[in-house]
């Protein structure tokens, strides 16, 4: 057995080689930061050596932010720890692997967030008010409204989907980090727009499809880009309502009339732009000709009257019967086939004024004994 002063090496005495052995184990503190080494993996953590007189553990809560596999984990792996606490209630120091990976997160999205950099994240959970994310390997916050730039009905549908984002708010004193990928989704459609807009060219046809109707017309989706079907470009015969011709997801084939390229407005027709029945029928009309058509519509002046597809004529009121009468529908009903004389074609308005009183010298006489009464 060796005495207390008795040499040991070189002329070292016991008492000297402890003193060595403890100049070798430097102090530590809570929050330092030091090289581990995995001597042990447990079921519950990892037990580690960072050159202290005694060992290390780390949890598994404490080794990463980001997804991780306990068995990729091995025996000699070599990372950096912070200091938790210098005694974990069995005696070993309390370390953390992802504290020291947070503040190196949080160091490089201050830079992201000054630089307003586009982030691509996967959506993770809902919560109240939007979904989880991370950035980094830290838990980042992404408000309903600020997913993509039109409404999101169902916050479920975007649960595993990966977007981009910016970081639009980021205190890291309060663990506080919230993304949108709002703006970029804004800025991707118009550019999606733009680029679109640029194939398109007046005169050609293109295949789309009914998105909605209004009063007024119907819009149609050109993959990507909005147009619009004024109701008088859907059907060269007058209608009332958009409904009287589609449906909206119907497809349909139109031609482009016009394209506002400064304000992004296409001007469309349903209608064969090219074939207009009005030009083929009054080819083979005159003034004075007697011709049937069909009692469509009435206003306040007359009744108008379909002669051909797509085309109508005008009895004015003083036209219909004698005498006068107070209004259209007291001789004409909607639906009524009436015999009619052309009194006037005007090509250039493409108007056609119909008499139902010159027409009644050259019917016979019954039909003219309707009108006359």
């Avoid at 109240?128 to 997913?147: C, D, E, H, M, Y």
């Avoid at 499809?209 to 079907?229: H, Q, S």
Wanted: cysteine-free.
């Amino acid at each position: 057995m060796l005495h207390d002063e008795e040499v040991i090496e070189d002329d070292l005495t016991m008492a000297d080689f402890m003193s060595e052995v403890d100049k070798t184990m430097a102090k530590i503190h809570r929050g330092d930061i030091r090289k581990a080494t995995v001597q042990v993996v447990e079921e519950n953590g990892i037990i580690a050596s960072i050159g202290y007189h005694t060992d290390a553990y780390l949890p598994w809560r404490e080794y990463s932010n980001r997804e991780f596999d306990k068995s990729e984990v091995k025996i000699g792996d070599e990372f950096n720890v912070s200091i938790l606490r210098l005694d974990d209630g069995d005696g070993n120091v309390l370390i953390s692997k992802k504290k020291v990976e947070n503040e190196k997160s949080y160091d490089d999205i201050e830079k992201m967030f000054k630089n307003k950099e586009i982030v691509t994240v996967k959506l993770k959970d809902v919560i109240k008010g939007g979904l989880t994310t991370s950035i980094k390997g830290v838990r980042a916050f992404i408000p309903g409204s600020q997913i993509t730039d039109t409404y999101v009905e169902d916050l479920h549908s975007y649960v595993g989907k990966s977007i981009d984002v910016q970081i639009i708010e980021f205190v890291p004193q309060k663990r506080k980090l919230i993304v949108s990928g709002k703006a970029l989704a804004k800025q991707r459609r118009l550019e999606k727009r733009q680029a679109r807009l640029d194939q398109l060219q007046e005169g050609e046809k293109y295949i789309g499809k009914i998105t909605k109707l209004m009063n007024y017309g119907a819009f149609v989706d050109l993959d990507g880009i909005e147009g619009l079907i004024h109701n008088s470009d859907l059907s060269w015969s007058r209608i009332k309502h958009p409904k009287d011709i589609v449906q909206e997801g119907q497809e349909v084939e139109v031609s482009i009339i016009s394209i506002d390229r400064e304000n992004g407005k296409i001007a469309l027709a349903l209608k064969d732009i090219n074939n207009d029945p009005w030009e083929n029928t009054v080819a083979n009309l005159e003034e004075g000709q007697l011709v049937k058509g069909i009692v469509t519509r009435f206003a306040l002046f007359g009744a108008f009257v379909r002669i051909a597809d797509g085309v109508e004529g005008l009895i004015h009121i003083s036209q219909i019967s004698t005498p006068r009468p107070t209004k259209p529908q007291d001789v004409l009903t909607s639906g009524q086939e009436v015999e009619v004389k052309i009194i006037k074609i005007d090509k250039a308005e493409k108007r056609i004024s119909l008499s139902l009183i010159a027409a009644l010298d050259e019917i016979d006489p019954e039909t003219k004994k309707m009108y006359m009464a």
